[in-house]
């Protein structure tokens, strides 16, 4: 199976530099919420909680979807303007929110499926994996501990490691720095739209899991290698 999507020569070109189009990619970036684990709908839940009932910002369920990208500051940021909090309250209101998330969702927490067998044999293959996300430490360690995956990953990028969050590529270059692999020998794993547009802002390859968009909701583009529901898909199982 190729490793990309019929594409025009042209733009193929751009790519035969950092990785083949037949080649296996040399380190994995995951994204998080919705890559690891399907839990964005809580995500949702928990913001749409704090943001109506405490913050009064009167907005539907699919309002708060349109706004859940980049770190929990830049959300309150686009929601209610600069100067409305301080950093200390942000920071407070931020914490609220997934203390809330985590409440709800423990119950239902697992990896989506086929990814612990995927994790497994990366692993066993010595292809070097990292956690590239916008969630703040509080819950990548809830999820790397409480589904005991943290020894697969020799690096973690959050949103406390970065200027500017996705789709500004920093979070995905500094975890290709931290696996030293050239960006475009690596595959970013992604399921928002602001994450896929931070992949190819950083020159690297994207499977993008349909978790919480549908296929339709991404912009067309040459460096998604496939859309996947979860990691049992054939795609994966020929990757490398």
Known sequence: MP???SVPLTV????????????APRALIFDLNGTIINDMEFHIRAWTGILNEYLHAGLSPEQVKSQMYGKNSELLIRVFGEGRFTNEEMEYWSIEKEKRYQEEYRPHLRLIAGLADFLESAYAKKI???IGSAAIPLNIDFILDELNIRQYFSAVVSADDVVISK????????AAGLLNTAPGAC???EDAPKGVEAARNAGIPCVVLTTMHSRNEFSASDH?????????DPFIQELF
Not at 224 to 232: C, G, L, S, V, W
Request: glycine share 0%.
């Open 3 to 5: 490793l990309f999507r």
């Open 187 to 189: 595959m970013v794993f």
């Open 224 to 232: 998604i290698a496939e859309f996947i529901r979860d990691y049992t």
């Open 12 to 23: 193929a070109l751009l790519f035969i530099s950092n990785v083949s189009m037949k080649s």
């Open 128 to 130: 070097p994996m990292a």
């Open 167 to 174: 789709p500004d590529p920093e979070t995905f270059l500094k």
